[in-house]
């Protein structure tokens, strides 16, 4: 298996464009997971789904943040607009259930200038 | 206070020193997990735990539910084993499923 797959590993945009992150999870997980890393916050929970069904958006800073899952196999993360302060590497990973281990892409690492 | 708390924030060792990382929590959890994050920022997961002891070569991961506290022990380290190592529990109550984590802590072994 080829892992939970990011994209794009680097994104450099200015302030006001529209951001849109893209995850793809390993087949036959039923949960994933959107964070963000900072050097000030650590890792935090944005986002998660349950068979495509968001669980908990709490984490989600404000409106400018919206997360979609259409199906099974893909997942998006978007910020419109973005703002300087949203740069830091975003993290998707996926579960076969929520509570089991998780497996984390490799990280979008996102600047806004 | 968070919630999840590791000590220490920073470790440098000698090649083939042994070493732990602790990590204490103030939730009740379900589950504990340690990941490692490297130089380059890919996050692995290490262990997954709920009671007792594991062990993955020259790692191991105990847990004490009662005590609320879990350590990662490294054995003969080695210069690769440098990586940030970052405790998260799965707690109750609040969202189910999602992981709240320490701070991490960096280590540095030196050959």
């Known amino acids: 298996d080829a892992g939970v797959i990011q994209s794009p590993r680097h994104e450099v945009t200015e302030m006001g464009q529209e951001v849109t992150l893209r995850c793809k999870p390993i087949?036959?997980?039923?949960?994933l997971f959107w964070y963000r890393q900072t050097m000030m916050r650590g890792l935090e929970l944005l986002i998660y789904f349950n068979n495509n069904v968001p669980i908990d958006d709490s984490g989600m800073p404000e409106d400018r943040f919206s997360a979609k899952m259409p199906n099974a196999s893909f997942s998006t993360l978007k910020i419109q607009p973005s703002e300087p302060r949203d740069s830091a590497v975003y993290f998707c990973?996926?579960?076969?259930?929520?509570?089991?281990?998780?497996?984390f892409g490799p990280g979008t690492r996102l600047t806004v200038l | 206070k968070n919630e999840v708390e590791q000590s220490p924030q920073n470790l440098t060792a000698q090649e083939g020193e042994f070493i732990t990382i602790n990590c204490s929590y103030s939730?009740?959890?379900?589950?504990l997990h340690w990941l490692q994050q490297h130089p380059g920022g890919g996050i692995v997961s290490l262990f997954m735990l709920s009671s007792g002891k594991k062990k993955h070569g020259r790692l191991i991961a105990t847990i004490n539910i009662q005590e609320k506290h879990s350590s990662l022990h490294i054995t003969a380290s080695h210069p690769r084993d440098s990586a940030v190592y970052i405790c998260a529990v799965y707690g109750y109550g609040g969202s189910q499923g999602n992981l709240i984590f320490g701070k991490g802590t960096k280590l540095s072994v030196k050959p």
């Open positions: 990973a996926s579960s076969t259930v929520s509570y089991n281990e998780q497996f």
């Open positions: 087949s036959g997980h039923n949960s």
């Open positions: 939730v009740g959890i379900s589950a």
